[in-house]
């Protein structure tokens, strides 16, 4: 299964880098040039049989009377890029990456089956380049780095866990913050299997009806604003241990990509931005810097990663990139006492203007951040 | 936009309300009545409803320029201390703002781009005319603290003082630069800050803004005259911006006035001016008659039958708003007003969260706002229904010359 699905990756964004790097300019994907795939209960055609190595555009538009779902395949039917349940009388745009070679398009009526197929040849000048070694590098050591976060993490959540199953409220408080870490410098990984995250890192208005509250927001309120720890916390404190283990276990087999590293650092701003700087993501604790700092720094290591690449395709930008790291950093350290420790200042000590001040310092990297992608895959 | 000077007396261009601050009457004088029309120097079809002003000139668009009926203001902090990359901004600024005014998205637009990149442009304000867009660049005071500016900074350029009534908030006041957006369409407005914060992203940060809504001058045939939030008839005889002789005695920086860069610009008061609007509904009409020196229906000064009649300052009461700032009241200190109203929803108590965002052009703050002010918060009955609680300064530069001009260039460029 893991093999499989690195492979389609790995295959995926091999031709998205290839079609990039071909593109003379950004206007190429034009309407105009969009493969138009007209589905219906028994029959799929499609506008065009080939196409030029690039980003691909299906318009796709529903005229059956079920539901279906448009795939671009690989010859042994791995998915490139698919779209499901594209209701009846419906439209929808599908994009992907491809580079030369044949393919196919299948429309599933009822979203079931072998579905209808037609051929779809993607034409490009003969050799098509490899992917950066050096992306693949960056690739291989990104994923190394989420399984260290995680193996690193399971023992403090442990004692952070056994703390409370001990009922001692003050060491419980302290193990709090940095329980969290590794999961906040990594948070775009793990939040990529979906169902961890509900589990471990939700907060009570974030809750689905239904959804029973667990994970350490759930132990944070109990510790800081009910201040007790009665039989339930100490179940739930032996469940978050067997989440993140869960966490560590899969971590590796994540799907991580050039792009997904570039976007997950701009991703792990974006939640400093909206839940950090507000307050709201340690609401009791006010642990929020602790957090604040590890989303900081795992955002730092997806784009020293990539950095070589970028540099070479953006150089104004990764000197941006590196200043204004650099400023955030040197704003953080002013929050705790010792460079080396995550000791930081409870932020409900952190008044309105200095809010501000850390707001403004992650609107200015985060804004250069939301351009990295694109100058790796330049 | 013709002109029809004279033939309408409801027709004016450029009237700021004054009423929390400074009076209509600030510009009541003069006798001709106030007429619209596009700026000194502009396309007259630039005033036409979604059109395009130009955005070159001698002066800034968006000062004489026939007011828009929407606000979109915002101050914001510098927080470079790189005068290069500050630069860069300004030029960046001025070629974004060169492509919005002219109903163009910024950069290489909002869509059909790298597909892994966010758009340059946000794509709101896509499919929406020009809508007389204006963008209209200040440097506050602060400023002149960084990049080695201290000697550049006009003498003209104050601190203001403390007013009595004043209740700043620190979170509404002040700034190192501001951008001024006016546009007949809101959506253009806030799409022009935005994209333009954005671009500033590491360099400026947006300290506060202001939305605006309720234009406080008429500048087409026939319009009724503005009201305030209040229900006044308000800003009676603004500058309008045909008037050249009266627009360079009063708003325009003349050569000598002080620094030679800053000829051609001109000095910007913007205040947050609150209302108690539950109280003042509260009050007898014959006191809000007598508050402003007006009466309600008409606009007409006390004892006169038309709102253009020239008013008799006597007849009003000694407080009035209209006889304390009425330029016969105050040595013919008259300013260029083009204030909004504004309503920030509710304040948690229940009441409106509104007034008016006054915002007043002048040659010199020193002799425009200044003296005016000094004396309406001393003794204007008004005081007792509206409150200031945001204020700033700033240097308007001159207008960007021509495509290779940009922002700020007389200021930062050695020549100048």
């Known amino acids: 299964m893991r093999a499989v699905r690195l492979t389609v990756t790995a295959a995926v964004t091999a031709a998205a880098l290839t079609a990039l790097s071909a593109c003379t300019s950004k206007s190429d994907a034009k309407d105009g040039d969009a493969i138009r795939v007209t589905a219906a209960d028994s029959t799929c055609d499609t506008s065009s049989k080939s196409v030029p190595a690039g980003q691909v555009t299906l318009k796709i538009e529903n005229k059956g009377s079920r539901a279906t779902e448009v795939e671009i395949l690989f010859p042994d039917d791995r998915i490139v890029s698919e779209k499901e349940n594209i209701g009846p009388g419906t439209k929808y745009t599908l994009t992907a990456e491809v580079k030369a070679g044949s393919y196919e398009i299948a429309c599933r009526p009822g979203m079931k089956g072998h579905g209808v197929r037609q051929k779809l040849t993607v034409t490009g000048g003969g050799a098509t380049a490899e992917r950066d070694p050096k992306l693949d590098a960056a690739v291989a050591r990104y994923r190394t780095y989420a399984q260290e976060q995680a193996d690193e993490t399971l023992p403090k959540a442990e004692a952070f866990a056994k703390a409370v199953q001990d009922g001692d409220l003050d060491a419980a408080k302290k193990a709090y913050g940095l329980s969290r870490l590794g999961w906040e410098r990594t948070e775009p990984v793990a939040e990529s299997f979906g169902d961890i995250d509900p589990k471990v890192d939700v907060r009570e208005d974030g809750l689905e009806p239904g959804q029973k509250w667990t994970g350490w927001h759930r132990l944070e309120k109990a510790l800081w604003h009910d201040k007790k720890i009665g039989a339930e916390e100490k179940a739930l404190a032996g469940q978050l241990v067997t989440d993140l283990k869960d966490w560590q276990k899969r971590v590796g087999k994540a799907e991580i990509t050039p792009t997904s590293m570039a976007n997950g650092a701009k991703e792990l701003l974006d939640e400093v931005a909206t839940g950090k700087v507000t307050g709201e993501e340690d609401r009791y604790a006010h642990t929020d810097l602790v957090d604040f700092k590890g989303n900081v720094e795992g955002a730092r290591k997806a784009y020293e990663l990539l950095k070589p690449v970028a540099a070479k395709n953006d150089p104004a930008l990764t000197k941006e990139l590196d200043k204004q790291f650099a400023a955030l950093d040197a704003l953080l350290d002013k929050y705790r006492s010792d460079k080396t420790s995550y000791d930081f200042v409870s932020y409900d000590k952190v008044g309105k203007d200095q809010r501000k001040e850390l707001s403004d310092a992650v609107n200015a990297l985060a804004e250069p951040l939301s351009k990295l992608a694109a100058a790796v895959v330049k | ?416």
Not at chain 2, 97 to 119: D, F, H, I, S
Not at chain 2, 160 to 185: I, M, Y
Not at chain 2, 383 to 407: K, L, T
């Open chain 2, 1 to 416: 936009m013709t002109d029809t000077q004279g033939s309408n007396p409801s027709r004016r261009a450029l009237i700021g309300w004054g009423g929390a601050g400074l009076a209509l009457g600030a510009a009541v004088a003069g006798g001709a009545v106030a007429v619209a029309q596009s700026g000194d120097d502009r396309d007259p079809a630039a005033g036409e409803a979604g059109g395009a002003v130009d955005f070159h000139g001698a002066h800034q668009a968006g000062i004489a320029t026939p007011v828009q009926d929407r606000l979109h203001f915002a101050a914001f902090d510098v927080k470079t201390d790189d005068r290069e990359a500050f630069v860069q901004l300004l030029k960046d600024w001025t070629e974004a703002a060169r492509r919005m005014t002219a109903g163009q998205p910024v950069g290489e637009g909002a869509y059909g781009g790298l597909p892994e990149a966010p758009p340059d442009d946000t794509g709101e304000a896509l499919g929406l005319d020009p809508s007389r867009l204006t963008l209209t660049i200040g440097f506050g005071p602060s400023l002149f603290d960084r990049f080695g500016l201290k000697d550049r900074r006009p003498e003209a350029l104050v601190d203001l003082p403390k007013f009595p009534g004043d209740n700043l908030e620190r979170s509404r006041t002040g700034g190192d630069l501001c951008v001024q957006a006016c546009a007949d369409d809101p959506q253009v407005a806030v799409h022009a800050i935005r994209n333009l914060a954005r671009i500033g992203f590491g360099k400026v940060a947006v300290r506060w803004s202001q939305l605006g809504f309720g234009k406080t001058s008429s500048t087409t045939p026939g319009a009724q005259t503005p009201r305030n939030l209040f229900g006044f008839k308000d800003g009676t005889r603004n500058i309008a911006g045909t008037e050249t002789g009266r627009l360079d005695e009063h708003v325009w920086v003349g050569a000598g006035d002080g620094p030679a860069w800053m000829t051609g610009g001109s000095y910007l008061v913007a205040r947050r001016i609150r209302m108690n609007i539950e109280t003042w509904d509260r009050t007898s009409l014959q006191e809000q008659e007598d508050v402003f020196g007006r009466d309600k229906r008409e606009g007409a000064p006390v004892g006169k039958a038309k709102e253009h009649d020239e008013p008799f300052l006597k007849a009003m009461k000694p407080d009035a708003h209209v006889r304390l700032s009425h330029p016969d009241s105050n040595g013919g200190i008259t300013i260029l007003r083009r204030g909004y109203s504004f309503t920030d929803g509710t304040d948690g108590l229940g009441r409106l969260d509104a007034g008016l965002f006054f915002l007043a052009y002048q040659r010199d703050v020193r002799k425009g706002f200044i003296p005016l002010q000094r004396k309406l918060a001393a003794h204007d009955a008004l005081n007792e229904y509206i409150q200031h609680v945001g204020s700033a300064v700033f240097a308007i530069p001159p207008g960007v010359r021509d495509s290779g001009d940009w922002w700020g260039r007389t200021l930062f460029s050695k020549e100048a």
